[in-house]
């Protein structure tokens, strides 16, 4: 097997701040196989995007801490990489698309500035040769009248154009990594779905691999192959999509799969979690979901590492420790 | 809870909102706005209690001591009439710093209630009100300052009231682009569906929630209002003699700067240093309370 | 049709007028509401869906009583002292940061009418044991509270004053699933308790479906399918409520995602297009969609169209 | 909004100024206690004199009339007599008003050259030392008396180290360059005297360095208050995930849209620094409208008085419109929608 | 500099109008008085010193009536304006004639009803409708230049717009270049009747700043720097080319005391008032000791003073006295001043303080120089300071202007003085033209005024002015306070 696109280990990553340093992420392990979708799924606040940009080194210097852990990508640690090196990195083995199409892109620049300013940067392509290369990605994301579009600004277009817009950007040149944050997450379901093929066509074409983040269980059944379940800063059950959705091993996970209304039945009330996810400038000692787990006991007070519980199919849970004993 | 009996006035509630742990850390945080701070409040300190650290008379004049030299008989020297300026300078800060609160405060009240309300009522209303202060915006303020305190008769008092004048606008804009802002807030919308009178609604929603870009706004303005005050009393239309007065000090003093430059020195470097700690201050406090909020 | 409804919107339009020239006049108008008849039934939930930007606030701020519609008629059949509540979608910005939660929760009751501040607190803690909120909170102020204990507070203030009917806009879109089901579970129990009405506005379907007894489907400011719900939703006969059906994930699929949909974008809402709105989206226009659309009913519920629809065999993707 | 609009909705709000302004000036005037006529005619004159001035300046009308009259005669472009002058007060103005214009535009320039980088760099550098000291610079800067600061750089530049004049526009031996643009610096360049362009800039260092170093304050406050806007918006991270270098996402992403919103501030700070001249030109003897303005007021010439105020809220209008106008050609928003 | 034929004068503010039937204003007169020439001017001693009576300029001889009120003067021939003009009777007609038209505060000078007429190519008459002793005297003032009638022709209103900035006269110079708030250059009229001047340019520079104006003197950028501060003067003294000259001067600084209004409507206040202020402090304080206290209201070097009038001198015990024998007062007082006079302030705050151990409240108020005029119009005031300098040489100036009650207000009685019997001794002495009984008059009204304490009579000030040491010629004479005889002035290499 080739060394993964993206490997992460140990990470732990803290906020400073008033009350006390949040720990956002407090050691989680993770890896992005080449020509592999994984998806990376949890609430709200469990840290998806901190992982990501992390990785990336896209957060904003000074404001964390990356107290431990080690980030590669292409098998280069990105600790000894420079800032040059970094930025040759990004927009063009790497490329990220983020959550707010309408925000995402200069407002006064029109796209195919934008687009251009990417490709020149970098490939060899330049003027008219790097515009043909805007219009070809643009048509790849289905966007017909692609030479008009280029002299648009972002605001005259629609939030799922900006998307594919963003989508095209990204594959400029040819990455071999895509971090997709919650790509779909403002836009509407019709046009959701759109983005969502255009997008894991481009990635199987290309053999990109991506690393998509989502809260959403059903977008992430349908388009991963390998999920990571978050919570609280952690994972807490990683392994393909089916057989985590479809057998989840972590009480976490598989709550979150009861909660949802899609299958209830209209006439019985839900099955919702209790409580509210913990307080990450104390984050628990022992199992962070242990406060509101049905199955919680003496063992989860201290910390349950991620154990396979089936073939590539892992969770951290006692629980499962003791059976799988 | 004995919360029944207790009236609670606007400001109380506001000020008990603060989280004074909070504000401590940011300021903690920010050695700029912890200086300006504490210069203020060494400011207030020296200037409320000017009898106590004042070695001379302020208003004693000594024809046979005149424009002497700073030393220890009279630290920063004396006036043309042998009046001791340093404290002179400490009394002199009172009518700088007390200009600054009044005219803030007259014009952070009044501005704050028209805006509030032409932008709760909109329409005509507003429209007119809102032209009017682009008209006195338009026109150049000092001149306008300058013919009001004219036309008031010069006199500190009236000097800040001129400048009161003036600067309503600013706050009315403030507190106008505010309301606006809050009356789209679904809070609002909200009290709309239950039949909320629009007094409540200001009562309630508008003014707590306004109150914060102002107060930020006011700090601000506390230096540049010790400034102009002072440019007022420079050409003679503020603080008459003998009260003692940084601006009129230094306008007095130009004619001697080449001989003794301390006349105009001192009291030039009392306004410096006193407008700018209140404007570190201010900057901070903006920071810390409203960080979205764009620089004017 | 039906025996007690609690509201009846008759051919409602709303307009918005944008841009100003120099004379003030208005450059145009989005036509935001474009016609709109509804029912609704007492002590049952109706759920709008619709893509954003279709109208569904707009349609609730009509129900509130808010705004007046710039044609057509809302008909009310309760007291007077009795009213329509709501509750925000986003729970951040619908709670004043400036009262503490028993100012909040009772400024219903104490906006309209003077009470001593002992009462208020009452019933302040009253509300909050209904929806789950511990009475040590009733001090604090909103943001001290996550999303999900906020929208609590929200409903709190929308039952202080008793009312009939409360619209959620999105109640829940906010909210990470967890959060999302504690929610659902209460506004069920006080339905069940109160015998409220509620209409329901979300996009998310399968929400919906759990919740609502009757669902309808908005397209550019028009209903185009209104029905009970699981028979809607089950077999939806309006080409726009299929594609809506279609495009949602689900976890159950295996179809992975299917081709990709040509035209995603909406008409615009400044000029209306001409005939039938949903035509240049729609897969089985033909002649007959260039004429404006009606509800006709059918067995089980009322679909705006679109001759070619119910004429044409239904094709629901699971 | 189009262009046509905006220009159009100026103008009709010019018309409104104009009418607000002299109303406003025209009251305010004439509650200043004092008789212009008396002014005229000097400390030992007669009563019958004072009557007679009083009669050929048309003060014997009641106040309504008078008021109708100066309107009638700004709208033919006549503003009348400065008391103090005898002139035309037009004719006055439009001496003043090119030095004054070309001292405040060389201070907004100072301001706008010092004030962006600064900016820039302390909204780069947040919170490090380089963000303290601009902040201390910005903050001194409009936290200083101007009146004060122009006797110290006076006293500096020109009592102890002699290198720079003390006042004036040029060095009155001097031949004045002939009057095109009323410029003295862009004159002797088109006249190709080196001489006197050298003089007039020497003469405007001072007074522009004073005037100046209030609004860099301003100026490099609005800049970093911009740019720690734009450095957090998402199109930022977009490009810094595109691998843009710092350089180029500060340079060529976050400054331009930062300078956006800052066009209004430039814009007001020129306004200002028309009538902020005021107390600088008197300081440094500089002969524009601002040193014209105080005398004016102090001789209670009001026809002076009220000249100025509407020729500087006519400026400041149209500066306004100018700053409209080049917001809507930079900012792509603002064209098309609403 | 190094331009041996350039002088340099820096004054503080720009002149306001350069028509001499309009200015009224000293600052403007510096220009004005060297542009045009008038009928007689004030003589010079053998010794270089500026005297007050008078000799003709452009008049060559002149006769008085017995009456004294008709006034024939010939014209010397050989003057000419700077457009080559002859000046002549007609001239002279047309300027007395505009003066008067105009109407404007120089007219005041001269008697009501005065008539001008030609009545030859070169003789003038002057009909006075009474007597008025000084009249020989206003002729030399600057409202009384003669200007050339081309000027009628340069607009509405007798040319004022156009004259207001430019010079149409037949004085030693001419205005060559005016920049507004920067500098007005004078050259040498060509077709001047007199001595050609030897200085080739005169440029008048204006500086506001006091301290500018004293640094470009030291420069040596300026040759004379007006108004300087006393404080300055002093070490101005001791700097290398720079020479400050002291001249005796006729000009006086006084205090109104408003006799209309309480408490200094009653006298004996006004007496405590005059007792309680330390005139030789003030003096020595203020003065650096440049001055002397006036005695009464006629100054030293003027005939017709009157050495027994009362002096009062300060003694607290004494004006205690006073202020118990007018039962005291409660009243405040305001005292007005401007800024300007920059001496004024620190005798407005000298005489509060000395006031204060009177027990009287004084409330200072600084206002704009208009409108504190506008004020001693109204008489709403209680104290005020105030210079003054005479027009021409006679006692008239210090006498009918301040005590006359039909001169109440700025006309020139500012304490609202009234007197039958002064207005009696007022009226006579100014018809008679017997200096001996004119004296007498003015010498009994003295006694009465300064008893009633009118004034504050606080002190007579030496003209100083700072000067570069290479300018000579310079004549000081005291009606012409600010105003330099350029051309009999020249500069040593
Ligand atoms: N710049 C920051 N400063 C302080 N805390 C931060 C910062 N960025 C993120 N955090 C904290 O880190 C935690 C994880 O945030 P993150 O944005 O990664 O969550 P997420 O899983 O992406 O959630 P969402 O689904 O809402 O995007 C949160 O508790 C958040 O408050
Ligand atoms: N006050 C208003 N002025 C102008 N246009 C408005 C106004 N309110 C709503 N609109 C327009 O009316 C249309 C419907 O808006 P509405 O908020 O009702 O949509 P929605 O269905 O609630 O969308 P979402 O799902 O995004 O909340 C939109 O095009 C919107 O731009
Ligand atoms: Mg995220
Ligand atoms: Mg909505
Ligand atoms: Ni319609």
Same mark, same amino acid.
């Given at each position: ?38 998806? $990376? ?108 579009? $280029? ?104 709550? $979150? ?12 009330? $839900? ?55 | ?69 700073? %030393? ?104 106008? %682009? ?59 239309? %503020? ?13 007095? %003093? ?43 | ?45 109706? !759920?709008?869906?619709?893509?954003? !930007? ?94 999900? @204990? ?29 959060? @999302? ?106 002649? !007959? ?30 | 909004?189009?262009? =046509? ?12 100024? =104009? ?71 037009? +004719? ?82 001097? +031949? ?17 005297? =080196? ?33 720690? +806007? ?50 600088? +030109? ?57 | ?26 600052? /403007? ?20 010193? &500026? ?105 509405? /209103? ?81 700097? /290398? ?42 003096? /020595?304080?203020?003065?650096? &000791? ?10 030293? &070097? ?76 109204? &008489? ?114």
């Amino acid at each position: 097997m080739a060394d993964p696109v993206l490997k992460i280990d140990g990470l732990e990553v803290l906020f400073p701040g008033f009350s006390g340093d949040v720990h956002a992420v407090n050691g989680v392990d993770l890896d992005v196989q080449p020509g592999e979708i994984v998806g $990376l799924v949890g609430e709200s606040g469990s840290a998806k995007s901190v992982t990501a940009m992390t990785a990336l080194g896209l957060l904003p210097a000074g404001a964390f801490r990356q107290s431990a852990g080690t980030i590669s990508i292409l098998g280069r640690d990105v600790a000894t990489m420079s800032e040059r090196e970094m930025n040759k990195l990004r927009g063009g083995d790497v490329a990220m698309i983020f959550q707010e199409p309408q925000t995402a892109l200069n407002p006064t620049k029109t796209i195919g500035k934008q687009m251009l300013r990417v490709i020149e940067l970098h490939s060899n392509l330049r003027g008219l040769a790097a515009r043909d290369r805007a219009i070809e990605l643009l048509k790849d994301m289905r966007i017909n009248d692609a030479e008009e579009i $280029l002299g648009r600004y972002p605001f005259e277009l629609s939030g799922g154009m900006r998307q594919r817009i963003l989508i095209g950007m990204a594959f400029a040149c040819s990455p071999k990594l895509l971090v997709a944050d919650e790509p779909t997450t403002a836009l509407d379901v019709t046009v959701q779905r759109q983005v969502l093929q255009l997008l894991h066509a481009k990635a199987r074409q290309t053999g990109a691999s991506v690393l998509f983040i989502s809260h959403d269980l059903a977008v992430i059944s349908q388009f991963c192959d390998r999920i990571y379940v978050m919570y609280a800063g952690r994972v807490v059950e990683s392994g393909p999509a089916q057989k985590v959705l479809g057998n989840p091993q972590h009480p976490y996970t598989a709550a $979150l799969i009861e909660a949802l209304p899609e299958d209830a039945n209209p006439g019985e009330p $839900l099955a919702s979690i209790p409580g509210t996810v913990p307080n990450l400038v104390n984050p628990p000692k022992g199992c962070a979901f242990q406060a509101r787990c049905r199955h919680a006991h003496a063992a989860c007070d201290s910390r349950p590492v991620l154990t396979d519980v089936g073939t590539k199919h892992q969770a951290a849970c006692w629980l499962r420790e003791e059976i799988s004993a | 809870m004995s919360d029944a009996t207790v009236s609670v006035n606007p400001i109380k509630r506001v000020l008990s909102r603060v989280d004074w742990g909070y504000l401590w850390y940011q300021i903690k945080k920010s050695p700029l706005t912890l200086g300006g701070g504490a210069v203020v409040l060494i400011v207030l300190f020296l200037v409320i209690f000017a009898p106590v650290f004042a070695t001379h008379d302020p208003n004693a004049i000594d024809l046979r001591a005149r424009l002497a030299a700073p %030393g220890w008989e009279h630290f920063f020297g004396t006036d043309e009439v042998g009046r001791d300026l340093y404290s002179r300078i400490l009394y002199g800060g009172r009518q700088s710093v007390a200009v600054g609160f009044f005219v803030v405060l007259v014009a952070g009240f009044i501005g704050t209630f028209v805006g509030a309300f032409a932008g709760l009522i909109g329409g005509r209303v507003d429209v007119v009100i809102m032209r009017l202060m682009d008209v006195v915006l338009s026109v150049p303020s000092l001149v306008l300052i300058m013919a009001l305190a004219a036309a008031l008769g010069p006199s500190l008092i009236n000097a800040a009231i001129a400048i009161a004048l003036v600067r309503i606008p600013i706050y009315v804009r403030i507190s106008r %682009g505010q309301t606006l802002l809050i009356r789209e807030m679904s809070f609002v919308t909200a009290a709309e569906t239950f039949k909320a009178s629009k007094l409540h609604i200001l009562r309630w929603h508008i003014l707590p929630n306004i109150l914060s870009p102002v107060m930020v706004q006011a700090t601000l303005d506390l230096g540049s209002t010790i400034l102009l005050a002072s440019a007022l009393s420079f050409i003679g239309l %503020g603080a008459q003699q003998p009260t003692a007065e940084w601006g009129a000090m230094v306008a007095t %003093g130009r004619n001697y700067i080449l001989d003794q430059w301390w006349y105009s020195a001192f009291p030039g470097f009392a306004i410096l240093i006193t407008a700018t700690a209140f404007n570190l201050l201010g900057d901070g406090i903006r920071d810390i309370l409203d960080p979205k909020q764009k620089a004017r | 049709m039906t025996i007690d409804s609690v509201m009846t919107l008759s051919n409602i339009h709303m307009r918005f007028p944008f841009g100003e020239d120099w004379r003030g006049r208005p450059h145009g108008f989005v036509h935001a509401l474009n016609g709109i008849d509804l029912e609704i039934l007492r002590g049952k939930t109706l !759920g709008v869906v619709g893509e954003s !930007g279709c109208g569904k606030s707009t349609l609730a701020q009509v129900l509130m009583g808010i705004r007046k519609p710039s044609e057509g008629e809302v008909i009310r059949n309760f007291g007077a002292d009795h009213d329509v509540q709501i509750v925000f979608q986003d729970p951040q910005s619908s709670l004043n940061a400036r009262m503490p939660v028993w100012r909040v929760i009772t400024e219903p009751v104490f906006a309209v009418t003077k009470r001593p501040k002992a009462e208020l607190r009452a019933l302040a803690a009253d509300l909050a044991a209904k929806v789950g909120l511990r009475p040590e909170v009733l001090d604090r102020y909103p943001h001290e509270f996550s999303g999900g @204990q906020r929208q609590r507070i929200a409903i709190a203030r929308a039952l202080s004053s008793d009312p009939d009917v409360i619209v959620l806009d999105e109640p829940t879109s906010a909210l990470d699933i967890s959060i @999302q089901a504690q929610i659902l579970n209460l506004l069920k129990d006080l339905q069940a308790e109160r015998g409220l009405t509620y209409i329901f506005i979300s996009h998310d379907i399968s929400v919906v479906r759990y919740l609502c007894d009757e669902v309808a489907v908005m397209y550019l400011g028009q209903v185009v399918e209104h029905g009970a719900s699981d028979a809607v939703l089950a077999a939806p006969k309006h080409p726009y409520t299929r594609l809506l059906l279609d495009s949602i994930p689900t976890m159950r699929a295996t179809g992975g995602l299917g081709e990709s949909l040509s035209n995603t974008d909406l008409p615009s809402n400044r000029n209306l297009p001409t005939g039938c709105f949903f035509k240049d989206r729609c897969e089985l226009a033909g002649v !007959g969609c260039d004429v404006r659309q009606n509800m006709v009913p059918t067995e089980q519920a009322q679909v705006r169209c679109c001759q070619t629809a119910a004429t044409t065999p239904q094709k629901v993707s699971a | 909004m189009s262009f =046509l609009n905006v220009i159009r909705r100026r103008l009709m709000f010019l018309i409104l100024v =104009l009418f607000g302004v002299t109303v406003i000036t025209f009251t305010i005037s004439n509650l200043i206690p004092g008789d212009p006529a008396r002014m005229i005619a000097g400390d030992r004159a007669t009563p019958e004199i004072v009557q007679n001035i009083r009669e050929d300046l048309g003060l014997d009308k009641p106040l309504p009339i008078q008021y109708l009259r100066y309107l009638e005669g700004v709208v033919q472009g006549d503003f009348g007599n400065s008391i103090r002058t005898r002139r035309p007060v037009l +004719e006055d103005l439009r001496i003043f008003f090119p030095a004054t214009l070309e001292l405040a535009l060389t201070a907004l320039f100072f301001a706008t050259a010092l004030g962006i980088p600064l900016g820039v760099a302390s909204a780069v550098w947040k919170d490090k030392p380089i963000d303290h000291f601009v902040r201390v610079i910005a903050v001194t800067g409009i936290s200083t008396p101007a009146f004060w600061l122009g006797l110290l750089v006076i006293l500096l530049f020109y009592g102890n180290l002699g290198w720079l004049p003390s006042g004036g526009r040029i060095d009155p031996s001097l +031949e004045m360059p002939t009057r095109v643009t009323g410029f003295l610096m862009i004159d002797s360049l088109l006249a190709g005297d =080196l001489t006197a362009f050298g003089s007039a800039l020497k003469h405007i260092l001072l007074p522009a360095f004073t005037l100046g170093f209030v609004h860099l304050g301003v100026v490099a406050r609005q800049v970093r208050a911009a740019m720690l +806007e734009e450095l957090q918006q998402d199109y930022i991270r977009t490009a810094k995930a595109n691998g843009l270098s710092r350089f180029k996402v500060v340079f060529t992403e976050a400054l331009p849209n930062a300078m956006i919103p800052s066009i209004t501030v430039l814009g007001l700070a020129l306004g200002d620094l028309l009538y902020g001249a005021v107390l600088t +030109e008197t300081v440094f003897a500089w002969p524009g409208m601002g040193a014209y303005v105080v005398n004016s007021i102090q001789a209670l010439d009001f026809p002076a008085v009220m000249g100025f105020t509407v020729v500087v809220s006519l400026a400041y209008v149209l500066i306004n419109l100018a700053v409209d106008l080049i917001y809507m050609a930079v900012d792509p928003r603002i064209r098309e929608v609403s | 500099d190094g331009d041996a034929d350039l002088l340099v004068v820096a004054k503080a503010s720009d002149p306001q109008t350069l028509d001499p039937a309009q200015t009224m204003d000293n600052n /403007d007169w510096t220009v004005t008085y060297p542009l045009y020439q008038r009928l007689v001017a004030y003589d010079v001693s053998e010794d270089g010193k &500026g005297l007050t009576s008078v000799i003709g300029e452009l008049a060559s001889t002149w006769t008085a009536s017995d009456d004294g009120t008709v006034w024939t003067f010939d014209l010397a021939s050989g003057n000419a304006f700077s457009d080559g003009a002859t000046v002549d009777a007609a001239a002279v007609e047309y300027s007395f004639n505009r003066l008067m038209d105009l109407g404007r505060g120089p007219s005041e000078a001269f008697p009501g009803g005065m008539k001008v007429e030609a009545t030859g190519d070169m003789q003038v008459t002057f009909t006075l409708e009474q007597p008025f002793a000084p009249f020989l005297y206003t002729l030399a003032n600057n409202g009384a230049g003669i200007v050339n009638p081309a000027v009628e022709g340069k607009g509405d /209103d007798h040319g004022t717009e156009w004259l207001s900035a430019n010079s149409a006269g037949s004085g030693a110079y001419m205005l060559t270049g005016w920049e507004r708030g920067q500098s007005l250059v004078l050259e040498p009229n060509p077709n001047y009747g007199g001595a050609t001047p030897e200085i080739e340019k005169i440029r008048v520079d204006i500086i506001a700043e006091a301290a500018a104006r004293r640094l470009k003197l030291e420069a040596g950028d300026v040759h004379i720097a007006e108004s300087l501060p006393v404080d300055q003067l002093d070490a101005l003294g001791s700097k /290398d080319g720079i020479e400050v000259q002291n001249y005796p001067s006729l000009k006086v600084t006084y205090l109104y005391l408003n006799n209309k209004v309480a408490p200094l409507d009653n006298v004996d206040v006004r007496r405590a008032i005059s007792a309680a202020v330390d005139y030789q402090g003030i003096i /020595d304080g203020i003065l650096d &000791g440049n001055g002397v206290q006036m005695h009464g209201p006629i100054p030293e &070097g003027m005939w017709g003073q009157n050495k027994n009038a009362t002096q009062y001198s300060y003694d607290l015990t004494s004006a205690k006295k006073a202020l118990d024998v007018a039962g005291g007062a409660s009243e405040e007082i305001s005292f007005l001043y401007s800024d300007r006079d920059p001496l004024w302030e620190p005798i407005a705050i000298a005489t509060q303080a000395y006031l204060s151990q009177l027990g009287l409240n004084v409330k200072l108020e600084k206002l704009a120089n208009a409108t504190m005029r506008e004020r001693f119009d109204t &008489g709403e005031f209680g104290i005020a300071t105030g210079n003054w300098s005479p027009d021409f040489a006679d006692p008239y100036m210090f006498t009918n202007y301040w005590f006359d009650s039909k001169r109440h207000g700025l006309a020139g009685n500012r304490s609202w003085y009234s007197n039958d019997k002064v207005d009696g001794l007022l009226q006579q002495a100014v018809v008679s033209s017997d200096t001996a009984e004119r004296t007498a008059l003015y010498g009994e009204l003295q006694e009465i005024v300064t008893d009633e304490a009118a004034y504050v009579y606080l002190f007579q000030k030496d003209y100083r002015i700072a000067v570069r040491d290479d300018v000579e010629g310079f004549v000081f004479n005291p009606m012409l306070e600010d105003i330099f005889n350029f051309g009999g002035m020249s500069l040593s290499d």
